[in-house]
Structure formats: structure tokens, C-alpha cells
């Protein structure tokens, strides 16, 4: 399957301030990649979908001006989370899929806690 | 839409005991079905899957089969480690490039 990265692994900030997470696929052309957030002991939570080159779908109650998705690449998405608030502590991961293929490759997660 | 729902948990066993997590799901067409598991503040990783009608996935002494007429996908193995503690999620989708549909997943503790 495909290699998957994400950075930063874990990040600490202060409220009100942007982080910026990378999600990378190391030998897979992704054509669509996901974001979701789980908080502890709970299932993933599908925040938004993108495609290479296009505008990301957010899922009803994700704020797109709040989680900024940028998909510039078959290898690269970002999250950006703006004017982060304590609320938006949470474990994201990205996955990523290609043409002709059901599965789904997950990064390793990127833990944010906001203080 | 589509929905997965599989058992509660938190599931405990001994090492060496049978291991069954029920999955079931309801969805329009024929979608592929994923157990995906997930360590301790890691992502998920595919444990198995089967993308139609009586396909069984199997990996690392895992199996499940898609069974259509009973809309599940039950998890089993015969004889668990210590190591397979972690937390089970069984998914579904249409197609790779339609998000996942998970289900809410269930805890695993194996002790020795």
C-alpha cells in the first residue's frame, strides 16, 4: 500500500493562533484525499474531501473559513486550522485514494492541543 | 445513507482465546468492505478487506467474509495475542474516491 506522512506528528499552540498540517503520499498519486479529526475514544469524524486541483467539500457543521484544505498536488494536502481555540484540540488524520482503487491509505495522525 | 454498526465494546479476552467482532451494515449498490485497526496514537491501518459478495478478506490470522444476504462482515480469529490489542473499526465504501463509513469502533484488550 501507499506511504503516507504527516506533519507535524504532534503540535502544541496557543489559542488564536494557525497551524498548518501536511499531509504527504510518499509513492501513490492521489487524486482524492480526506481529513477527518477523532477525539479521544471515538470514532473518525470525516471533516472534508479534496480533489487535486479543486475546491474542497466540507461536511455540514466543518467551517471552511476555520479549516482552510488545500490539495496543490497528487502528493500533497494541508490543513490549516485558524484562530485555533482549545475546542479544536483533537487527533487529524488524512487519508488518501487514487484512481482505480477502493482503499483508502491513512497518515499516521497529527495530535494538536491547544492551550 | 449508508451506515455501519458494529459491536460495542470493550472487548477483553486471554491470549489464545476466539476472537468475533460483529459488523453490519446497510448500503445502496455493492459497497466494498474494510476492517481497518488502530494502535495506541497511531493512524489506522487496513487489516483487511472484500470488495464483493462472498469475498473473504484474511490477514495476519484475521478473516471476514461479505455476506451479502446477512449485510455484515464479522471479524474473527482464532486465537488472539497480547499484540492485537487495539481498537477495531469496520468501514465501508462505494468507491475509493467517496469517503469512508465507519463504524464506532471497538476496543480490544488481549491479557496474557
Known amino acids: 500500500g501507499a506511504v503516507v506522512s504527516q506533519h507535524p506528528s504532534w503540535v502544541i499552540c496557543k489559542s488564536g493562533t494557525s497551524v498548518k498540517i501536511e499531509c504527504r503520499s510518499l509513492?501513490?498519486?492521489?487524486?482524492?484525499m480526506f481529513w477527518y479529526r477523532q477525539f479521544p475514544k471515538q470514532s473518525l469524524m470525516l471533516m472534508a474531501t479534496?480533489?487535486?486541483?479543486?475546491?474542497?467539500?466540507?461536511e455540514q457543521g466543518v467551517e471552511k473559513d476555520k479549516f482552510l484544505i488545500n490539495h496543490a498536488s497528487l502528493t500533497l494536502s494541508t490543513l490549516t486550522v485558524t484562530s485555533a481555540h482549545p475546542e479544536d484540540s483533537s487527533f487529524y488524520i488524512c487519508?488518501?485514494?487514487?484512481?482505480?482503487?477502493?482503499?483508502?491509505?491513512f497518515g499516521p495522525g497529527t495530535r494538536l492541543t491547544v492551550t | 445513507g449508508d451506515s455501519v454498526t458494529q459491536m460495542e465494546g470493550p472487548v477483553t479476552l486471554s491470549e489464545e482465546a476466539f476472537l468475533t467482532i460483529n459488523c453490519t451494515y446497510t448500503?445502496?449498490?455493492?459497497?466494498?468492505l474494510f476492517w481497518y485497526v488502530q494502535y495506541p496514537g497511531e493512524g489506522l491501518q487496513l487489516l483487511l478487506k472484500?470488495?464483493?459478495?462472498?469475498d473473504k478478506g484474511s490477514n495476519k490470522g484475521f478473516e471476514a467474509t461479505y455476506r451479502k444476504e446477512t449485510t455484515s462482515f464479522h471479524l474473527e480469529k482464532g486465537s488472539v495475542q497480547v499484540s492485537d490489542s487495539a481498537v477495531y473499526f469496520c468501514?465501508?465504501?462505494?468507491?475509493?474516491?467517496?469517503?469512508?463509513?465507519f463504524g464506532k469502533g471497538t476496543r480490544l484488550s488481549v491479557i496474557a
Open positions: 487519508s488518501l485514494s487514487g484512481l482505480d482503487t477502493v482503499e483508502q491509505y
Open positions: 509513492d501513490f498519486q492521489a487524486t482524492t
Open positions: 479534496s480533489n487535486e486541483g479543486s475546491k474542497a467539500t466540507y
Open positions: 448500503a445502496t449498490g455493492y459497497p466494498s
Open positions: 472484500a470488495t464483493k459478495a462472498d
Open positions: 468501514a465501508l465504501t462505494a468507491s475509493g474516491n467517496t469517503p469512508l463509513v
